[in-house]
Antibody
Framework: QVTLKESGPVLVKPTETLTLTCTVS??????????VSWIRQPPGKALEWLAH???????SYSTSLKSRLTISKDTSKSQVVLTMTNMDPVDTATYYC?????????????WGQGTLVTVSS | EIVMTQSPATLSVSPGERATLSCRAS??????LAWYQQKPGQAPRLLIY???TRATGIPARFSGSGSGTEFTLTISSLQSEDFAVYYC?????????FGQGTKVEIK
């Protein structure tokens, strides 16, 4: 059974760095043709893709947020970590991690439940 | 950046009726398009990928069509559990973008 679970702080202050962890089970981060993406959703708004990381450690970042994002993985721990620097209240959102797999054209097929991060002083 | 535009923003439909949702890309994405359903407080669920292929476990009443820049999601006979927000997403390259969503509500 494939599951993903996001964890991290619920509240961060402006200018701080956010670190989120996605712990996966039911698949390995070393599996070829597979990866993990981060996607966020501000309250009442649409989804926004942030970053991908693949089994070969290849990475992609949102153009608009690239300077603030870092994605990495620890295969032995089955974890993917996303850091976002210089947080601002507009970054308040539910942050999701999701599996991507070639079997579904790399469209995210399994999602975590999401974690709401509020940016406020 | 490829901009995805969904219409209408809200669609009011009676149970049992057909719903047709549209998604337009600002440039061709070939068939690299997915549709998701999202209910309040839940993560999105993958419905369709490759513009027209249903994901595992998705009922046959959901169908997708289109290629290039124009796409459609059709729900042939709306069930009570289908009232939700639907998003399209392009993955023509690794720089994904989502539409702003269409809310399907009970008429």
């Amino acid at each position: 059974q494939v599951t993903l679970k996001e964890s991290g702080p619920v509240l961060v202050k402006p200018t701080e760095t956010l670190t989120l962890t996605c712990t996966v089970s039911g698949f390995s981060l070393s599996n070829a043709r597979m990866g993990v993406s981060w996607i966020r959703q501000p309250p009442g708004k649409a989804l926004e893709w942030l970053a991908h990381i693949f089994s070969n450690d290849e990475k992609s970042y949102s153009t608009s947020l690239k300077s603030r994002l870092t994605i990495s993985k620890d295969t032995s721990k089955s974890q993917v970590v996303l850091t976002m620097t210089n947080m601002d209240p507009v970054d308040t959102a539910t942050y999701y991690c999701a599996r991507i797999h070639a079997v579904h054209d790399y469209a995210p097929d399994y999602w975590g439940q999401g974690t709401l991060v509020t940016v406020s002083s | 950046e490829i901009v995805m535009t969904q219409s209408p923003a809200t669609l009011s439909v009676s149970p049992g009726e057909r719903a047709t949702l549209s998604c337009r890309a600002s440039q061709s994405v070939s068939s690299n398009l997915a549709w998701y359903q999202q209910k309040p407080g839940q993560a999105p669920r993958l419905l369709i990928y490759g513009a027209s292929t249903r994901a595992t476990g998705i009922p046959a009443r959901f169908s997708g069509s289109g290629s290039g820049t124009e796409f459609t999601l059709t729900i042939s006979s709306l069930q009570s559990e289908d009232f939700a927000v639907y998003y399209c997403q392009q993955y023509n390259n690794w720089f994904w973008t989502f539409g702003q969503g269409t809310k399907v509500e009970i008429k």
